[in-house]
């Protein structure tokens, strides 16, 4: 059985930090295009941000931008996202997701998803 499974997320204030992980499990996902994404109450999904299978290349939205970055380390078939200076705005449901995408880039779906992890970012 294919599994992502998100952690780190939690309480922090404005301006303060953390780490997301996302561990794969029940397959190899070395060869995989890994994202973020995150829903805040009442809003839709949104991409956060994403990496190539050989962490050659990645992808940012622009709200993040210069204050995330996304990682992996396909050895131990995790990535990661730190996330700096956050704002009460990044407050939102984080989830990981992977998928083949095919050579296409940026990945224009993703068929596997982690249950999410809560960000909560107080002012």
């Known amino acids: 059985q294919v599994q992502l499974v998100e952690s780190g997320g939690g309480l922090v204030q404005a301006g303060g930090s953390l780490r997301l992980s996302c561990a794969a499990s029940?397959?190899?996902?070395?060869?995989?295009?890994k994202g973020w994404f995150r829903q805040a109450p009442g809003k839709e999904r949104e991409f956060v941000a994403a990496?190539?299978?050989?962490?050659?290349?990645?992808d940012y939205a622009d709200s993040v931008k210069g204050r995330f970055t996304i990682s992996r380390d396909n050895a131990k078939n995790m990535v990661y996202l730190q996330m700096n200076s956050l704002k009460p705005e990044d407050t939102a449901v984080y989830y990981c997701?992977?998928?083949?995408?095919?050579?296409?880039?940026?990945?224009?779906?993703?068929?596997?998803w982690g249950q999410g992890t809560q960000v909560t970012v107080s002012s």
């Open positions: 029940g397959r190899t996902f070395s060869d995989y295009v």
């Open positions: 990496i190539s299978w050989s962490g050659g290349s990645t």
């Open positions: 997701a992977a998928d083949y995408c095919y050579g296409e880039w940026p990945c224009p779906r993703y068929n596997y």
